[in-house]
């Protein structure tokens, strides 16, 4: 048993003596890892909670961006047919577009029309207008070629005098006959 722990303790001494700075490195190297994986397990969730929120909130951003572009945009019925001029609808949506709507969202879109130079007539009568209500803040006109959904005013007018006509005049309930109660409020009964 004594020489074999006389050769354990010789190798530890020789080993101890031949220590060299690549083993000092590597030791602290290795405890220093274990002490970042602990902080790191400490506070886990935190940073990665960036990350998170800007890619849950990246979708309702551009929702909003795109409602406000549907928003501000003038389509087909903003437009004499065949012109491009403004009708009195486009006029007031320009007017409120510039007055109006929040200044961060004050871009105008004008739908394409079928030919280049009526998109053209389009955007140029737009610019004409906005340089006329808002001559310091001209906001940006810009053609897009989203869907243009929507109807005339004629359109929404007609189904509106429609509905109004349909209405049965007012009236009130007839009264039953056996609620159980006479005229003077006593019931009826033994």
Known sequence: ????????????????????????????????????????????????????????????????????????????????????????????????????GPEQHRLIYVHTAESNQETSARLAAVQQLASQISPANLPPVLATSISDEGWSANQVDAIQRKYIAAQPSPRLPMPSANTGSTPSGSSTGN
Request: charged residues 20%; positive net charge.
């Open 1 to 100: 048993m004594p020489a074999r722990f006389v050769g354990i303790v010789g190798f530890l001494l020789i080993s101890l003596s031949c220590a060299s700075q690549v083993s000092a490195d590597l030791c602290s190297c290795f405890f220093g890892g274990i002490a970042r994986d602990v902080k790191r397990r400490q506070c886990w969730p935190a940073p990665f909670d960036a990350g998170d929120r800007v890619a849950a909130r990246t979708p309702f951003a551009m929702m909003v961006a795109n409602g406000w572009r549907r928003q501000n945009m003038l389509g087909e019925f903003h437009f004499e047919p065949g012109t491009g001029q403004l009708t009195e609808a486009g006029r007031l949506k320009v007017r409120w577009i510039l007055t109006a």
